[in-house]
């Protein structure tokens, strides 16, 4: 009872001391050079002075009681096993008994508390009415925790909060993850919330816990859970902790947190602490890779503070901000072991994508921006504010789900509804109501699954039609589109039940909403209805394209939904984001981007890209408890790309062997609407969207670049978040260096036609047999203007590693060769080569220089094309290695030899180089299909050899083919 009688004394000490708040007045920190950030004396309380973190610790248990306590288990605490009729609890048998060890300890004391088990689980703990605590106060429960033996059963610290009459406050339980360590002590902790109306005390107990008691789920490494009991082993606690913490939020003045330049980012940070203490803070922003990029210390006066803070972010993205309390990690016994930060947020900069684009009239955001925000987990106090929300982002539709559960202290549907209505035609956005899932006291009535909302269709109305009219009011009149059940939630099973159920809902809602348009929530890797009954009792599509599908069958999935969209059906393809729980932020945003970018681009190609075609996404921000928005790094990309798309239209795309996807914009209809991404000077008015394409969850490449000539102007590379940085051309060739990561990034202010012009010039055949003849070959060009174009192009020698080899190389014609075509036609421009026996096999790159006119003369511009020299059916690969040691004195080379034709080959090998003989080894009889190793050893050539290139020649005995291949000595 000592613990507990110093604990009310130490509450009460703080009553009388007055511990206040500074109320609801925000005080503004000032960041002026050279001034310690703090809040103004104004705002600080009137306690009186205390020592730093006074009454931080309510209390500490290191179980070292040797000398007052000569019972098994601590003061205070007791094993809480199976004890009818006072205790039902079958799966703690009471054989199990946890005691005291004094043997050894996590901390100074050298003791702790084993729980042991024989099989079932084992608790112990702490007697209910010992911790008194404020109901308006947080709290952190720590302890260092030790297992042995333990392969299915694990170890758990549970809090329970207790009213006045000490019962259980329902859904107060909070616990630890599950936890083995046969290595050694470990700390474990948890955060207890504050604001639970009626808490007056906390109970803790301490947990073996076998499978039957943890319940379905999965251990640290993904692996689920055994069944199977632990007939033996033990979990040992130490310095369990109870430590006071400041209630801390943080949140802003903007809906999710969201702010649109040139309007500045900041947040609120409202602190509640209890204790009477001044708290020395640190305001943390760290950014998508969280790395760290501002930092703030702050001084909380006493009781606490609602302060508005400025953040300095490094440009435009997506950040997390924190609020860390370093001063509470030094606490003796690890009071906040394992806490970094007492309360988080994350926050959106941007650019705005809003605003008129020149054709549907002034303000808001156009159809000519396909795309779509899915809003259906939010609450009804968020409502009001999602169609500016979504105009900022340049998203002209908006598919709300109507909330069917809110508490008093929020707006009620039909209010929110009203609210967010009138703001509907000031930002341009069109609106669908979804109902993702029945109204609990519906689903109750009619004994269905709440998730059942196509069900409704096959019931009376009037069975339930009053309570969706309770829910949206006079709402109802101005609501045109309904969509029934949720949009990320699974296809409906049966098909032939939907188009019955989709007329019964529209029978009923028509009641409460005339000229019903009904929506229907599909996936695309579920069968579509066809094109009978069931695809014309609807008037949309939600799609959800699932997280696993690959990006490389997104084509063949618009095909197969190619008839969905017929007679004013419109479609919208929603890009589900990978799980959190397996996949970085990083990876999530790449994810949608590319996937986002990818369908806009083939719906743009098929020309099906516009107002009843869209691409969406679906509630990008996790919803806090008390209701707060806290977007996620998709959201920050809406922006972006709905700015970057803006009016423009796909003319192709720019071939690459290098896994780099390169999509090319051009105007719809001469210049980039209003509110679209706008190039730096003197560049065109095309866009390229690229990225280097990979396998999600791998780091990203940040070295790779691309290099081409794009107009020959200044380019603007424009990052998905909106930041922009100049791309100047090289002075002596005009190209530019543009770099790429596995992020789709934006660059404007390229020849869109000249970008797709050189990149569709090709050499054909791409493969030249490697013998020592004339080469018949072809310059491919095709036209991608709207008017005729014509130019010349001049070929010149490849480069190579010594001038000597182009001394005989022959290229006709030598003169330039002229051309003209017409709009959208292809001409072949013949060429003659020939190289000389002593030419590399492998691919080259042929130099040229283009002269182009179109409705100006361009100025010459160098490109080069790859054009490949070697045997269509025969394979050289080369390796050396040193020998018999690691450093020689022997060079040994070893060719591998595959036939990949349909004819025996008889060829030789072989080998020279300038101060050593020459080496020839036969290869007689290659059937098809077969591989041949042959080796060469130069003897105590090591030194003479490492760092120099030997050259391998391949000769077909029977025939005119000769293929040389170089290769490093190491």
């Given amino acids: 009872m000592g613990v507990r009688l110093a604990w009310v004394l130490g509450v009460a000490l703080a009553l009388c001391a007055g511990v206040a708040h500074a109320g609801d007045e925000v005080v503004e920190i000032s960041m002026s050079p050279g001034v310690s950030p703090g809040v103004s004396k104004g705002a600080q309380g009137g306690a009186a002075d205390r020592p730093v973190l006074s009454g931080r610790v309510v209390t500490r248990f290191d179980f070292d009681e040797r000398a007052a306590n000569p019972e098994e288990v601590p003061a205070n605490w007791f094993r809480a096993q199976h004890n009818p009729p006072e205790r039902e609890r079958m799966g703690f048998p009471a054989f199990n008994r946890a005691r005291f060890d004094h043997t050894q300890g996590a901390g100074s004391s050298g003791s702790s508390v084993v729980l042991p088990t024989r099989g079932g689980s084992t608790a112990l703990r702490l007697a209910a009415g010992s911790l008194v605590v404020f109901a308006d106060a947080e709290y952190r429960v720590s302890a260092m925790v030790k297992t042995k033996g333990l392969v299915n059963a694990r170890a758990v610290v549970r809090a329970t909060l207790l009213d006045g009459q000490r019962e259980v406050l329902a859904g107060s339980m909070v616990q630890t993850e599950p936890v083995v360590s046969e290595g050694g002590?470990?700390?474990?902790?948890?955060?207890?919330?504050?604001?639970?109306?009626?808490?007056?005390?906390?109970?803790?107990?301490?947990?073996?816990?076998?499978?039957?008691?943890?319940?379905?789920?999965?251990?640290?490494?993904?692996?689920?859970?055994?069944?199977?009991?632990?007939?033996?082993?033990?979990?040992?606690?130490?310095?369990?902790?109870?430590?006071?913490?400041?209630?801390?939020?943080?949140?802003?003045?903007?809906?999710?947190?969201?702010?649109?330049?040139?309007?500045?980012?900041?947040?609120?940070?409202?602190?509640?602490?209890?204790?009477?203490?001044?708290?020395?803070?640190?305001?943390?922003?760290?950014?998508?890779?969280d790395k760290e990029v501002w930092r703030l210390a702050m001084t909380i006066p006493r009781g606490g503070s609602k302060t508005r803070v400025p953040l300095s972010l490094p440009g435009f993205g997506w950040f997390r901000v924190r609020m860390e309390l370093g001063g509470l990690r030094t606490l003796a016994g690890g009071g906040l072991a394992g806490v970094k930060f007492l309360t988080e947020t994350t926050v959106v900069w941007v650019p705005s994508s809003g605003g008129g684009d020149g054709v549907d009239g002034e303000g808001g955001v156009s159809l000519l921006r396909p795309f779509a925000l899915f809003a259906e987990g939010v609450g009804t106090g968020s409502l009001a504010g999602l169609p500016a929300l979504a105009s900022g982002l340049g998203v002209p539709r908006l598919t709300v789900g109507l909330p069917t559960e809110y508490s008093a202290n929020t707006p009620t549907p039909a209010v929110a509804l009203g609210e967010m209505l009138d703001n509907l035609s000031a930002n341009r956005v069109e609106l669908t109501v979804s109902l993702p899932?029945?109204?609990?006291?519906?689903?109750?009535?009619?004994?269905?699954?709440?998730?059942?909302?196509?069900?409704?269709?096959?019931?009376?109305?009037?069975?339930?039609?009053?309570?969706?009219?309770?829910?949206i009011g006079s709402s109802g009149q101005r609501l045109a589109s309904w969509q029934f059940g949720p949009t990320l939630g699974p296809a409906p099973l049966d098909h032939d039940l939907i188009p019955a159920q989709v007329r019964g809902l529209s029978r009923a809602f028509s009641r409460v909403t005339p000229g019903l348009r009904v929506m229907l929530p599909w996936r695309a890797d579920s069968e579509w209805l066809g094109s009978g009954d069931g695809a014309r009792a609807f008037s949309g599509a939600s799609i959800v394209v699932p997280a696993g599908y690959p990006i490389s069958s997104l084509r063949g999935m618009l095909e197969n939904f190619a008839r969905v969209p017929a007679d004013g059906v419109d479609v919208t393809y929603v890009v589900e984001a990978l799980p959190g729980e397996q996949f970085s932020r990083r990876d999530q945003l790449e994810h949608f981007l590319q996937r986002a970018v990818v369908l806009w681009s083939e719906l743009s190609v098929a020309k099906r890209a516009g107002p009843l075609v869209r691409v969406g996404a679906a509630d990008p921000w996790r919803v806090g408890v008390d209701g707060q928005l806290k977007p996620e790094p998709i959201l920050a990309v809406l922006s972006t790309l709905s700015a970057g798309t803006a009016g423009m239209r796909v003319i192709g795309e720019v071939p690459s062997d290098a896994a780099i996807r390169t999509i090319v914009l051009a105007p719809e209809s001469g210049s980039p609407v209003k509110g679209?991404?706008?190039?730096?000077?003197?560049?065109?008015?095309?866009t390229i969207i690229l990225w280097c394409e990979g396998k999600v969850g791998q780091a990203q490449d940040s070295g790779r670049t691309m290099t081409g000539f794009f107009g020959g102007g200044e380019l603007t590379l424009i990052d998905a978040f909106g930041n922009r940085k100049r791309l100047l051309p090289e002075k002596n060739s005009g190209q530019h260096v543009i770099p790429i990561s596995t992020t789709p990034a934006y660059v404007l202010g390229i020849d869109p036609y000249l970008v797709q012009f050189l990149s569709q010039i090709k050499v054909q055949p791409e493969l030249i047999p490697a013998v020592i003849t004339s080469h018949d070959c072809e310059l491919v060009l095709h036209n991608p203007w709207p008017s005729r174009i014509s130019g010349d192009i001049t070929l010149h020698n490849p480069p190579t590693r010594s001038a000597r080899l182009h001394q005989n190389w022959m290229l006709s014609p030598t003169a330039p060769m002229p051309f003209s075509i017409a709009p959208g036609q292809t001409v072949r421009l013949p060429f003659v080569f020939q190289f000389t026996a002593a030419e590399e096999a492998g691919v080259k790159q042929l130099p040229m220089s283009v002269r182009l006119s179109v409705d100006r003369p361009y100025p010459a511009i160098r490109v080069t094309k790859p054009i490949s020299v070697g045997l269509e059916d025969l394979e050289l690969q080369l390796a050396t290695q040193l020998g018999p040691r690691d450093d020689g004195p022997d060079v040994i080379l070893t060719g591998t030899v595959s036939n990949t034709g349909k004819l025996t080959r008889t060829l030789q090998l072989s080998t020279t180089t300038s101060g050593f003989a020459t080496q020839s080894l036969p290869v007689v009889d290659l059937e098809p299909g077969e591989t041949a190793v042959r080796q060469f050893v130069f003897k105590n050539a090591a030194e003479a050899l490492t760092g120099r290139r030997l050259r391998v020649i391949l000769v077909d005995v029977d025939g005119a083919e000769r293929m040389s291949k170089y290769v490093m000595v190491p």
Avoid at 449 to 470: A, K, Q
Wanted: net charge negative.
């Fill in 185 to 289: 002590w470990v700390p474990v902790g948890l955060t207890v919330p504050s604001g639970r109306a009626g808490a007056n005390f906390l109970q803790i107990e301490l947990l073996l816990l076998q499978p039957g008691e943890l319940g379905v789920g999965h251990d640290g490494g993904g692996r689920e859970w055994s069944q199977v009991q632990d007939l033996e082993g033990s979990a040992w606690f130490d310095d369990v902790t109870i430590v006071q913490l400041p209630r801390v939020v943080l949140t802003s003045n903007r809906l999710a947190n969201t702010f649109f330049a040139p309007d500045a980012p900041a947040v609120i940070v409202d602190v509640r602490d209890l204790t009477g203490a001044e708290l020395a803070t640190e305001l943390v922003v760290s950014d998508l890779d």
């Fill in 437 to 471: 899932a029945m109204p609990r006291p519906v689903a109750e009535k009619l004994r269905l699954s709440r998730s059942n909302v196509w069900g409704l269709g096959g019931v009376e109305s009037g069975l339930w039609l009053g309570e969706i009219e309770g829910l």
């Fill in 676 to 686: 679209g991404l706008r190039a730096g000077p003197g560049g065109g008015n095309g």
